[in-house]
T-cell receptor
Framework: SQTIHQWPATLVQPVGSPLSLECTVEGTSNPNLYWYRQAAGRGLQLLFYSVGIGQISSEVPQNLSASRPQDRQFILSSKKLLLSDSGFYLC????????????FGSGTRLTVV | DAKTTQPPSMDCAEGRAANLPCNHS???????VYWYRQIHSQGPQYIIH???NNETNEMASLIITEDRKSSTLILPHATLRDTAVYYCIVRVDRDDKIIFGKGTRLHILP
């Protein structure tokens, strides 16, 4: 069966510090991968998606970047965090062509102080 | 993308059927309707999807109108664990991106 792992679960980082959140998928190959963010009291915002290794598309310009160094690994990064980067970050995967198959990770709650 | 419109919140008594409406008047002929829900502090969870016909699974039923301009998600016997935000989504694009709207916050009342 397929599983998605996301870590850490919670993170408190000072303003200006770097960020690296990792997401890995097991049990499938060539998945579509997605990063979403949910700010407090807000909806889910799609940040990045990837349809293959090294292929990253950004949905909104921001202080964050994403990379896909391996087929089942998706990394969200920042060089210098802002207060506005605080939120609940969710990674998701789906088989290509199967939107109903979106599976989300357990999320990382990031607080920038 | 076809847009969806949902009420911001709804209440339902425990044990009763919860009927969550969704309008998608600009839906295209080949676009599916998907429903997800998000329980507090968790990632969204797929519930059901459909194209034209009504669908039922172990979680819910999906009723799509004949003109496909609206649909209703039915939770037949709501429990407190069904308290969540429910998202109605219309299929997006070739990259399979789901764009979540604001959804409906469903409160199940004991």
């Amino acid at each position: 069966s397929q599983t998605i792992h996301q870590w850490p679960a919670t993170l408190v980082q000072p303003v200006g510090s770097p960020l690296s959140l990792e997401c890995t998928v097991e049990g499938t190959s060539n998945p579509n991968l997605y990063w979403y963010r949910q700010a407090a009291g807000r909806g889910l915002q799609l940040l990045f998606y990837s349809v293959g290794i090294g292929q990253i598309s950004s949905e909104v310009p921001q202080n964050l970047s994403a990379s896909r160094p391996q087929d089942r690994q998706f990394i969200l990064s920042s060089k210098k965090l802002l207060l506005s980067d605080s939120g609940f970050y969710l990674c998701a995967w789906a088989r290509q062509g199967n939107v109903y198959g979106y599976t989300f990770g357990s999320g990382t709650r990031l607080t920038v102080v | 993308d076809a847009k969806t419109t949902q009420p911001p919140s709804m209440d339902c008594a425990e044990g009763r059927a919860a009927n969550l409406p969704c309008n998608h008047s600009t839906i295209s002929g080949n676009e599916y309707v998907y429903w997800y829900r998000q329980i507090h502090s968790q990632g969204p969870q797929y519930i059901i999807h459909g194209l034209k016909n009504n669908e039922t699974n172990e979680m819910a039923s999906l009723i799509i109108t004949e003109d496909r301009k609206s649909s209703t998600l039915i939770l037949p016997h709501a429990t407190l664990r069904d308290t969540a935000v429910y998202y109605c989504i219309v299929r997006v694009d070739r990259d399979d991106k789901i764009i979540f709207g604001k959804g409906t916050r469903l409160h199940i009342l004991p």
